[in-house]
């Protein structure tokens, strides 16, 4: 059935292009336009935040926006298998209250699953908040850096 459905609508392929040119060319604007991407009960999780349904999911883009300057995403790869797709992305943004003229880059992959209609009912995302986030920060920074460097001691 989900096949059927997928292959009427342009198939999986087609969901996942939808879907990173949405990421790639989102603004805060478009969150209004997450149902046309998530279903209604989609599950989101990353690093620091496991929620469920559409309003959730548009709470945590709309932290992401109001916390940082001109944060975008560049998907670098795709594999897609089935109703699913492995992502990987670089996350570019700039911190507001440290170093805000210095652009940040993290790295990370997506884990997602479409619906039949060719919506999205899981997005995990995966990536090192040590490494990619905690470090770029002023003071945890220093402290990470000092700690990674004893532990290779």
């Not at 989101?44 to 300057?69: C, R, Y």
């Not at 996350?91 to 479409?114: E, I, K, N």
């Amino acid at each position: 059935m989900t096949e059927t459905l997928l292959s009427a609508s342009g198939g999986i392929e087609a969901a996942v292009q939808r879907t990173v040119q949405f990421f790639e060319r989102l603004q805060p604007a478009d969150l209004g336009q997450l149902g046309q991407h998530y279903g209604a009960d989609a599950v989101f999780k990353d690093p620091f935040n496991e929620v469920q349904g559409l309003p959730a999911i548009e709470g945590i883009f709309q932290h992401m926006f109001d916390s940082l300057h001109e944060p975008h995403f560049i998907v670098t790869q795709r594999v897609v298998q089935g109703a699913q797709c492995f992502l990987t992305w670089d996350f570019v943004f700039r911190f507001q209250r440290f170093s805000p003229d210095q652009w940040q880059t993290v790295r990370g992959a997506s884990h997602l699953v479409y619906d039949g209609q060719g919506l999205i009912t899981l997005h995990r995302d995966y990536w090192d908040a040590a490494e990619e986030l905690y470090e770029k920060l002023p003071v945890v920074g220093r402290l990470m850096r000092w700690l990674k460097q004893r532990a290779r001691e």
